[in-house]
């Protein structure tokens, strides 16, 4: 994710077009986000998510302690009853078979950037300016080779979502990308396990990925403005900001979210 962090910030000079309009952030991103169906989706699965967050934590550390061929052959024999190696990985079983809920196909007709600018700029060219962020951010996260897997997949947008806004409300380093890699197993699980998800639609499921991928950019784009222009009132309001989505899509307090 450290490459699509970069392509973000390039962006960032924007923000200086509409960052005063601090009053409208909240208001503006409930909105945007509350207008689609399957937002729905996301609320109230935190503990769910964090509980599989853990599992696939430990599964990733346990693959780069003994690889995975032989944690995948523990697994099979956890699941088939047979006594584990004590000189191997100790697992339960295998992680449930991937249904890929999050996956959807474009659609045409979807333009969350603009929706966004309109709902949070006051001005021509704050609405401008957010979208062109938003958009911006978009074609980094389906282009970079690191995130470029997760296109197209609420799995990844919510991903980015999380470690984007974490980084920000708590002021901690980027988690490395063993870490990222077991969030995205972790998340992608719990959307499988959503009945409200499944039953969504395309473009239901493209808004809210638009507006995950763009809320982040938006966000990243305020709080690295502030550290390039060394203004603490403003990265305070950054952090304010993410700790505030978290809040509205997770529906849990930044401070308790632990990305491992």
Do not use: C
Not at 99 to 126: C, H, R, W, Y
Not at 201 to 229: C, H, M, N, P, V
């Amino acid at each position: 994710m450290r490459a699509l962090l970069m392509v973000v910030l390039a962006s960032s000079a924007m923000a200086q077009t509409w960052n005063s309009n601090a009053g409208g952030w909240n208001t503006g991103y409930g909105t945007v986000y509350g207008s689609f169906g399957s937002a729905m989706a996301t609320q109230n699965m935190y503990n769910t998510m964090q509980l599989n967050i853990q599992r696939a934590t430990m599964r990733q550390a346990m693959i780069n302690k003994w690889g995975l061929a032989a944690v995948e052959k523990a697994e099979r024999e956890a699941k088939s009853g047979k006594t584990p190696d004590p000189a191997g990985p100790t697992v339960s079983a295998p992680p449930p078979a991937p249904k890929n809920v999050g996956v959807f196909k474009p659609v045409k007709g979807v333009n969350v950037a603009k929706q966004l600018g309109d709902a949070i700029g006051t001005t021509p060219e704050e609405k401008a300016g957010i979208a062109a962020i938003a958009t911006a951010t978009k074609q980094a996260f389906e282009t970079q080779p690191d995130t470029k897997p997760w296109a197209n997949n609420l799995a990844g947008a919510l991903t980015f979502f999380l470690v984007g806004n974490t980084v920000i409300a708590k002021g901690i380093d980027e988690p490395s990308d063993e870490v990222v890699k077991a969030l995205f197993a972790a998340i992608s699980q719990t959307l499988d396990e959503s009945p409200d998800l499944a039953k969504a639609s395309a473009k239901d499921k493209q808004q809210l990925y638009d507006a995950l991928i763009a809320f982040t950019g938006l966000a990243l784009a305020i709080s690295e403005d502030a550290k390039e222009r060394n203004d603490a009132a403003q990265l305070a309001q950054a952090k304010e900001l993410s700790a505030n989505l978290l809040k509205l899509v997770l529906k849990v307090d930044a401070s308790k979210v632990a990305l491992q």
